[in-house]
């Protein structure tokens, strides 16, 4: 478990014909709680259609820029463009296919991975966007695990946060005592104390810690709050 600073430079850097991806947790039982895995892709134009890992829990893929076109064994297939967020719970139990959508632009994505809690949710995908203004407001939940305000729902007892902060913008979150929660920083820089945060690097925070973040230039985050062991056990 990594608490403070993860370093962008720090990530597993995976190159394939059409794909590269950088891995934030890339061993195996190296993840930060239930968060099993953290990656950002970029598909060129024209990448083949590939499968997806199995996993048995939540899997989130978030398009920042692009569109993703997605198919799977139970005959369900789509388009995921920018903005756009997407849950599949149990990939094991179907095989998932996904390649860019476009012939002339890249896409890139962002994939969160979060462990089997053997909760019974919908087994459909579920697929939705999240506005532009929702985002600049503050800290907008888009995914729970009671679906609050219209956020897809998970398995896993987490609360998966996106911001899009303007410079000198403030935002807070309380880490209670039974949690923990993970910063990754999507785009741009952010300042939390006396530390600049930029694209690619990620942050963990212990429970009873406090996110107090101040937007820089072009920041996006996401933010996951996950379940932890409580202080003094």
């Known amino acids: 478990m990594m608490m403070g ?16 991806a950088w891995v934030t947790f890339p061993t195996k039982g190296g993840g930060f709680g239930p968060l099993e895995g953290f990656e950002e892709i970029v598909l060129e134009p024209r990448c083949d259609n590939r499968p997806l890992p199995h996993h048995e829990g939540d ?21 995921m463009r920018a903005g756009e967020l997407r849950r ?9 296919l996904e390649a860019n959508a476009s012939d002339s632009d890249s896409a890139q994505l962002f994939r969160m991975k979060l ?19 929702n985002q600049r407001v503050g800290l907008c939940v888009i995914a729970s695990h009671d679906g609050r305000n219209g956020s897809l729902r998970l ?17 807070v979150h309380e880490v209670a005592l039974t949690r923990q929660a993970w910063l990754h920083v999507v785009a741009g820089e952010i300042r939390l104390g006396d ?17 107090s973040l101040l937007g820089g230039m072009g920041a996006e985050i996401l933010l996951l709050d996950l379940p932890g062991v409580e202080v003094g056990r």
């Open 115 to 133: 462990a089997d809690n053997r909760r019974a949710v919908e087994p459909r995908d579920e697929q939705r966007r999240f506005g532009i203004a």
């Open 59 to 79: 899997t989130l893929t978030y398009v920042h820029e692009g569109a993703v076109a997605y198919a799977n064994s139970r005959g369900e297939s789509g388009v």
């Open 5 to 20: 600073l993860h370093p962008a430079q720090q990530r597993l850097h995976q190159t394939e014909t059409g794909r590269t």
């Open 195 to 211: 530390d600049w945060l930029r694209a690619g690097d990620g942050w963990g925070f212990l429970a009873a810690q406090r996110v």
């Open 155 to 171: 398995q896993q007892e987490a609360l998966v946060f996106s911001a899009v902060l303007s410079a000198g913008q403030h935002v």
């Open 88 to 96: 599949m719970t149990g990939v094991a139990q179907s095989q998932q």
